[in-house]
């Protein structure tokens, strides 16, 4: 469910480029996949996308956490928002 309101960003250069090192990792499994490369190689690389990938999930917690407080808003509300963000990304 995608929200309406757009969002600003405190660093949003630093999201991006987190972004496209992401991508850049999805296509060296994709690569190494195509060029039948050994299962521990792959899996290494597959690991390492998805720590990039926890970092970027942090990361826009963070900035979120930062523009929610910048605004005002109360400190239980920007905990009850990071909660159910937190949930979202852990999938609970």
């Given at each position: 469910?995608a929200s309406e309101r757009k969002h600003h960003w405190?660093?949003?250069?630093?999201?991006?480029?987190?972004?496209?090192?992401?991508?850049?990792?999805?296509?060296?499994?994709?690569r190494m996949l195509d060029e039948d490369r050994s299962?521990?190689?792959?899996?290494?690389?597959?690991?390492?996308?998805?720590?990039?990938?926890?970092?970027?999930?942090?990361?826009?917690?963070?900035?979120?956490?930062?523009?929610?407080?910048?605004?005002?808003?109360?400190?239980?509300?920007?905990?009850?928002?990071?909660?159910?963000?937190?949930?979202r990304v852990l999938k609970i």
């Open positions: 469910m405190v660093d949003k250069k630093s999201l991006l480029d987190r972004a496209k090192k992401l991508e850049g990792q999805a296509t060296a499994v994709r299962c521990g190689d792959i899996l290494q690389q597959v690991a390492a996308l998805n720590s990039a990938a926890q970092r970027l999930a942090v990361l826009l917690l963070e900035d979120h956490i930062q523009v929610r407080c910048g605004e005002g808003a109360s400190g239980e509300d920007v905990a009850e928002e990071a909660g159910k963000l937190i949930g």
